[in-house]
């Protein structure tokens, strides 16, 4: 574990306006891992997302990627650096079908490197293979599919922005349990892909299942990390509401 981390935050601070909503964030993921971040409500776990992408205002040594600090770069940048984003409430183009949404994405993302595989890249054929019944509705518009199909979109596009890493907002958020499998389920295949992951997820049991390790944050803090597997409830519950 000496190498240094794909995506790293260093004290980071962030907030909106006067509103300081990050304290001295450090945060990490390396190449290949499942991170996940949990935290209550207004906990700052988007803002996090949001300072890395560069949504909000942050100082460039705040933010590592691949080795160089980006903190503070234009979000389409980010994006084209390889970090992909899965929004909060999924934000697609609701009048358009689901290929056209997937194909949007394609010109955005990140360029292959030289020498990178380009059978490792991913296509409209592989996310349609990912999630059968995007295939099956691909002319459909977005607007009529049900919110878990929605989100299948969402994750799609992102992949085809050819992210190293991929961070999924509250992919669960508002979805049937059964569909929250089928989707927690695809993430596996993500990431023998070669894609990192960064979950945000209010669900704590699901958060530790599907990740290697595991951030709580606590009113713009991070409160505990380590490895998911090891991790008890008590030291959970402590982080995530605060010892009393
Ligand atoms: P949630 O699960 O509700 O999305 P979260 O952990 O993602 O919670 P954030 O959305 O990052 O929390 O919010 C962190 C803090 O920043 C909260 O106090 C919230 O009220 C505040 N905040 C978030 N967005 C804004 C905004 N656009 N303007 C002002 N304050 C904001």
Redesign the pocket.
Known sequence: MSEEPMLSTHALTA???D?Q?LFGVDFEVRAGEVVALI??????????L?SILGLLSVARDMVRFRGESVGGSKPHAMVRNGIGIVP?GRRLFAGMSIEDNLRVAIDYGRKPQRGENVASLWTIERIYKLFPILRERRDQVVHNLSGGQQQMVAIGRALLTQPMVLLC??ISLGLAPKVIHEIYDVLPMIRQAGTALVL?E?DVSLAQRASDRLYC?LE?RITLTGDSNTMTREAIAEAYFGAN
Do not use: P
């Not at 935290?39 to 996090?48: P, Q, V």
């Open positions: 907030g909106y306006g509103f909503a935290g209550a409500n207004g906990a700052g776990k988007s803002t996090l949001r909060e907002d509250e945000v209010q944050m713009g």
